[in-house]
T-cell receptor
Framework: AQSVTQLDSQVPVFEEAPVELRCNYSSSVSVYLFWYVQYPNQGLQLLLKYLSGSTLVKGINGFEAEFNKSQTSFHLRKPSVHISDTAEYFCAVTNTGFQKLVFGTGTRLLVSP | SAVISQKPSRDICQRGTSLTIQCQVDSQVTMMFWYRQQPGQSLTLIATANQGSEATYESGFVIDKFPISRPNLTFSTLTVSNMSPEDSSIYLC????????????FGPGTRLTVT
């Protein structure tokens, strides 16, 4: 079985500053990894995904994430955040047979002016 | 991509009653899922809706409480039965598109409050 840990429940940051949201996973098999964003009162939107190949993946809205197998991590980064990035961010994992997505507890990104 | 609609978008229900939530997708999908998101928490998978057969439930969820139907490839319903205040949550429908590279799409959710 897979599991995901998002250690930071909330990350406050000033506008135009860089940000990193941490995600660690646990699995005994090969995995696919995802980051989703949930804006207030909305459904989830896929930001980016890692399936295979390059460990640095780029997503929408200027976000990127790096898959690190040795550290079992998939941290999300953005070099300069905007007020509009304020949202809840969820890391998720599934095995390569895609039986189901397992979500982390989420990190609330709060961007202030 | 896919457009997923859910009905109702929100409801306030009395304890002991049942509510059926509908999920409609505009594309062919391989898998459909139902999730629960309790206030301030992450998503928990309730079940995988299987076309023409009984849904596959996750640990802690049972068919009597959350009966699910999926009569065709693009439509599913989730019923929350004999509701209690603990069932107050957002219920989300999610799909995996046919031929997609494991991109799971989510509906806007149904916000349920049980009084």
């Amino acid at each position: 079985a897979q599991s995901v840990t998002q250690l930071d429940s909330q990350v406050p940051v000033f506008e135009e500053a860089p940000v990193e949201l941490r995600c660690n996973y646990s699995s005994s098999v090969s995995v696919y990894l995802f980051w989703y964003v949930q804006y207030p009162n909305q459904g989830l939107q896929l930001l980016l995904k890692y399936l295979s190949g390059s460990t640095l993946v780029k997503g929408i809205n200027g976000f990127e994430a790096e898959f690190n197998k040795s550290q079992t991590s998939f941290h999300l980064r953005k070099p300069s955040v905007h007020i509009s990035d304020t949202a809840e961010y969820f890391c998720a994992v599934t095995n390569t047979g895609f039986q189901k997505l397992v979500f982390g507890t989420g990190t609330r990104l709060l961007v202030s002016p | 991509s896919a457009v997923i609609s859910q009905k109702p978008s929100r409801d306030i229900c009395q304890r002991g009653t049942s509510l059926t939530i509908q999920c409609q997708v505009d594309s062919q999908v391989t898998m459909m899922f139902w999730y629960r998101q309790q206030p301030g928490q992450s998503l928990t998978l309730i079940a995988t809706a299987n076309q023409g057969s009984e849904a596959t439930y996750e640990s802690g969820f049972v068919i009597d409480k959350f009966p699910i139907s999926r009569p065709n490839l693009t439509f599913s319903t989730l019923t929350v039965s004999n509701m209690s205040p603990e069932d107050s949550s957002i219920y989300l429908c999610s799909v995996l598109l046919a031929g997609s590279t494991y991109e799971q799409y989510f509906g806007p959710g149904t916000r349920l409050t049980v009084t």
